[in-house]
């Protein structure tokens, strides 16, 4: 049977697509905690262009291949929720919430969630900066790029070659003008 992580700490995000950075993070991450849960979330003020389900299917998938390149270090859980992130933490009974930090930008925008969470729920974060080389890694603007049928090969530094594939598809099928539509006059 297996025992119950001492240390465990929830990282969120939409994973809107999942990007080197994340998986960036989520690898500093094991060098902390016992387990990490990655939980997949909406983020109801963003367009999504995969659905939940795929999103926790390519995080699977890429958390694997961290497992089998990665070994040593905590476990790795991908998981999706609805509603509040506070309680999807207290849910998965974990310690912490894990965030990453990539610039001045999100600092100043996590310490304000961070205080928000530890005030309403007694839930800490720990924030882990992300390596230099994903600094500027967004998944909103690897969205615009896609959308505006930018060349997706050119991601390949900053989104793993699956998720550049699952654009690919929506480029060539769906395409992505509903990400700017809101953005035309």
Known sequence: ????????????GSFDPPTYGHLDVIARGRRVFDEIVVAIGRNIGKKEIFPMLQRKEMMRQLTGDLLKDEVGGGKIRVE???GLTLDFAR???AQVILRGIRNISDLAYECQLAMTNREVADLETIFIMTSQKYAYTSSNL??????????LNRLDS???AIVID????L???????HLIEDHID
């Open 1 to 12: 049977m297996d025992k119950e992580p001492n240390h465990r700490a929830i990282y969120t």
């Open 80 to 82: 999706t929720y609805e």
């Open 91 to 93: 849910e998965q009974k």
């Open 142 to 151: 690897i969205k615009q790029i896609a959308a505006l049928g930018g060349d």
């Open 158 to 160: 900053i989104v793993p």
């Open 166 to 169: 699952a654009l690919r598809i």
């Open 171 to 177: 480029q060539d099928e769906e395409g992505l003008a």
